[in-house]
């Protein structure tokens, strides 16, 4: 199978769609952008990477919707309206076949067509099994949730909860027995596209939780210079996750990662907002804590916990 045959059978697709004029198939894609006046351009990219980010084995299509998700999260952390993406595929020998790529395309475009998100190139190699996505969209001018606006007095939130994405890679590495739910939560954790588009005029800043969430938190302290309290009786760890893990979930949860839940920041006044939001959109959003001034020694406090040292996230080269 050429490279030519890998792009033309799998990965071009028609859009009926006036922003694209051209797609998949020339050196570049040009987009039609005057329709975007006032709007500003959101910009992101992700790669997941074979044994770093999925065990080896992991089927083409769940392989194909996390690199979409994950993706498709880095916009709603930005209160983004995701429009287009890039992909870019290294594939080893083995895996350019028929099977594997439409078992990878078809999950590749179940998730952007529930979003509306379009391919519009990429580049195809051959080498160690990895998935990078550049995504695009946009937001109206200055509405974009930075992770540098918190203010003291501001209320913490999260939504959904924390905890089965780490739960769910431990017991795939163990080779134990992973219930459906979490392998859903794993591979297919759900983009709150539409919770960080609601929360465009309400929050003061907001980051998706991929490296778990004191690391998360912590990036929002530090671009924000000012420090974060929480307790650890109102954090929203995984039901199943608790029952699984009743020693580990809470370090699953503060540290683990790969929740891609929102965690925000809303000035106390606006607390009717968020629980209006939490009904019309069915999202469970959990007042965890609030923001502090600065304080140098401790970025983050969760009140009840008896470790405090060693809340860190995950980080590649640590
Ligand atoms: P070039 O030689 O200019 O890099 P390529 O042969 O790599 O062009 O790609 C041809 C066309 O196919 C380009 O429009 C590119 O964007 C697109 N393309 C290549 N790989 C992918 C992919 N995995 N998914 C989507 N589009 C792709
Ligand atoms: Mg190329």
Not at 19 to 27: A, H, L, W
Not at 74 to 97: E, Y
Not at 243 to 270: A, N, R
Request: hydrophobic letters at 40%; a negative charge; glycine letters at 10%.
């Amino acid at each position: 199978m050429s490279e030519f045959e890998i792009i033309k059978n799998h990965f071009s697709r028609d859009y009926d769609r006036s922003d694209i004029n051209v797609g998949v198939g020339d050196d570049g894609a040009i987009l039609n952008i005057d329709q975007m006046i006032g709007s500003q351009l959101v910009v992101s990219t992700d790669t997941i990477v074979e044994q770093t980010h999925f065990p080896e084995g992991t089927i083409a299509g769940n392989i194909a919707k996390r690199a979409m998700c994950i993706n498709l999260s880095d916009m709603a952390g930005m209160g983004a309206l995701p429009l287009w993406f890039t992909l870019s595929l290294t594939l080893p020998g083995d895996k350019a076949n028929e099977a594997w790529l439409s078992e990878f395309s078809s999950g590749l475009f179940e998730i952007a067509s529930e979003y509306n998100c379009a391919l519009i190139g990429g580049d195809t190699t051959k080498g160690p099994l990895s998935v990078t996505i550049c995504m695009f969209g946009n937001i109206p001018s200055d509405a974009g949730l930075k992770r540098s606006s918190a203010s003291v007095g501001d209320i913490i939130y999260l939504s959904g909860s924390i905890g089965a994405s780490r739960a769910a890679l431990e017991l795939l590495s163990k080779n134990g027995n992973v219930s459906e739910r979490l392998l859903k939560l794993f591979y297919e954790p759900t983009p709150m596209i539409d919770l960080g588009i609601k929360l465009r005029d309400i929050a003061t800043s907001c980051i998706d939780v991929s490296d778990g969430l004191v690391a998360d938190l912590g990036h929002i302290c530090r671009a924000s210079r000012v420090s974060a309290i929480m307790h650890l009786a109102s954090l929203p760890f995984d039901e199943e996750v608790k029952l699984l893990f009743p020693d580990k979930y809470t370090e699953f949860g503060l540290s683990g990662g790969d929740d891609y839940q929102l965690c925000f920041t809303v000035p106390k006044h606006l607390k009717g907002s968020i629980e209006s939001i939490s009904t019309q959109t069915g999202i469970t959003l959990t007042a965890i804590g609030e923001i502090v001034e600065f304080d140098h020694t401790q970025s983050i406090t969760i009140n009840g916990l008896e470790d405090q040292l060693n809340l860190k996230g995950y980080d590649h080269f640590e």
